[in-house]
């Protein structure tokens, strides 16, 4: 759908819950609504809090319905050998698809990585020769601090590496719809060109269904267990 149809569908689905037609809610509020769904929406899937639901790569087709987001990229910025820049657009981590790094033990030769793993912040890692990273052995423990990945050095340097992530979804408008065309986000900025959700088309109507249980939850609607039930049938 674009951006307006997912605005007319939200509207529809919305309007039916109650005899109350909710006039009152303006083009930004239902863009706010609407990427707040589809941030949920992917977050769910991506980070996964509760074991019944199937997170990215336990499902196939679930997978590809966030497939648009995934970004594997090796345009990454390493500095004091090891501290790797996260992209702008970074959403969340799936996994080193390569490492290459060398050190002096085998005469700067680079090799790639076969291992890595999260250090955690109770992780004695560094300082167990058992657990730390390794040339060797080609392992690396790695921890994300602020906006980069630190990995943990042992006598070797970090010399390229590619990244699959998630980015952040771009944030979806419908400006045409409103008057003059145009509106300023909370922050102030003008917001006058159409952004349409890029995920598939068969997550549409489950993004608007969300968006509806969220509003119906925050009007406090009477009807609220109505629209949240239908996210159950959107899982069919």
């Known amino acids: 759908m674009t951006i307006q149809e997912m605005h007319y569908d939200f509207k529809q689905k919305l309007n039916k819950l109650d005899s ?6 303006k083009v930004p509020e239902i863009d706010w609504k609407l990427n707040e769904a589809i ?11 509760y074991k019944t639901i199937y997170g990215f790569e336990k499902n196939q087709v679930i997978s590809d319905n966030i497939r648009p987001l995934v970004v594997a990229s090796d345009n990454l910025t390493i500095t004091d050998g090891g501290t790797i820049a996260l992209p702008d657009d970074y959403g969340y981590f799936i996994a080193f698809r390569d490492m290459k790094i060398k050190g002096v033990e085998n005469n700067a030769t680079e090799v790639s990585v076969e291992k890595f793993h999260v250090v955690q912040h109770n992780d004695d ?13 080609r392992e690396v423990n790695f921890s994300f601090e602020g906006n980069n990945i630190v990995v ?56 608007v269904d969300l968006a509806v249980a969220i509003t119906a939850g925050d009007l406090e609607n009477p009807n609220y267990k109505i629209a949240r039930d239908k996210l159950g049938l959107d899982q069919l």
């Not at 109350?20 to 809610?25: D, E, G, V």
């Not at 941030?39 to 996964?48: D, G, H, Q, R």
């Not at 590619?162 to 979804?169: A, P, Q």
């Open 125 to 137: 890692s560094n300082s167990s020769f058992l657990d730390n990273s390794s040339l060797l052995w």
């Open 152 to 207: 943990e050095l042992n006598g070797f340097t970090v010399e390229s590496c590619t990244i699959t992530y998630l980015k952040e979804h771009p944030i979806v408008a419908n400006p045409s719809s409103y008057p003059n065309g145009s509106y300023k986000d909370l922050n102030g900025k003008v917001i006058d060109t159409n952004q349409n959700c890029i995920l598939p088309d068969n997550t549409h109507r489950e993004i």
């Open 20 to 25: 109350q037609n909710y006039r009152n809610l």
């Open 39 to 49: 941030e949920l929406y992917v977050k769910t899937i991506a980070e996964p809090k």
